[in-house]
């Protein structure tokens, strides 16, 4: 098998970065020392340090983003008007399927979600492109048409809760290495969890103003 390229080496040296101490707390000298590469590798190969951050985070999510747009377009095809619980597992299931404990990729993938949602560089909310924006858009019309009392920010908000709590669950699954937790009986257990109260979420009444 041919050696990693040094485009794949940067790529998994900056995930690993990235994810264990943010954007700002992550250097290029950093990224290129542990990917064995110049300094001038990333300038080569993605432009910026933020077209590095953008190419790491959409390598990890394609996969996930993949996996949700066939869970909708199967529920779309059976009914124009999914239940909530059926969006809920078609949008998470795929997170936890991507994100399996014990796996030092899906621990990764969890703490990469994790800084993209709460670190406050610009460079990291502005990564997503059309791919995600119509992951995003395409759910946010079926939870639209299945909750149709909530208003778009609402929602909007419920959907990044979904987020939130999927991938700190897997960083806290991961981080505890408890053995019981780590079997496929207790991370099929835990995904189920989700799914049920998720769709309690977000088929909860409207918050009043």
């Given amino acids: 098998m041919a050696p990693p390229d040094t485009r794949t080496q940067i790529l998994a040296a900056a995930e690993r970065l990235f994810a264990e101490r943010g954007y700002r707390g992550t250097s290029v000298r950093a990224i290129t020392d542990l990917a064995g590469a110049n300094l001038a590798a990333v300038g080569y190969h993605f432009g910026s340090k933020a077209e590095l951050l953008a190419a790491v985070a959409r390598r990890v999510i394609e996969p996930i983003n993949a996996a949700q747009c ?21 949008f998470a299931g795929p997170l936890f399927d991507e994100m399996p404990a014990g796996d030092e990729g899906g621990a990764r993938t969890s703490r990469l979600i994790v800084t993209i949602l709460s670190d406050p560089a610009e460079e990291v909310r502005s990564w997503t492109g059309p791919a995600e924006d119509t992951v ?49 009986v207790a991370g099929e257990a835990a995904r189920n969890w989700a799914i049920t109260f998720l769709t309690a979420a977000m088929s909860a009444p409207p918050t009043g103003t």
């Fill in 70 to 90: 066939a869970g909708l377009d199967r529920l779309l095809a059976r009914t124009s008007d999914p239940a909530v619980t059926e969006l809920v597992e078609a």
């Fill in 136 to 184: 995003r858009e395409r759910y946010l019309a079926a939870f639209g048409r299945a909750l149709p009392g909530l208003s778009p920010e609402e929602l909007r908000f419920r959907m990044r809760g979904i987020l939130a709590v999927t991938a700190v669950d897997r960083v806290e699954v991961y981080q505890r290495r408890d053995p019981a937790c780590l079997s496929p």
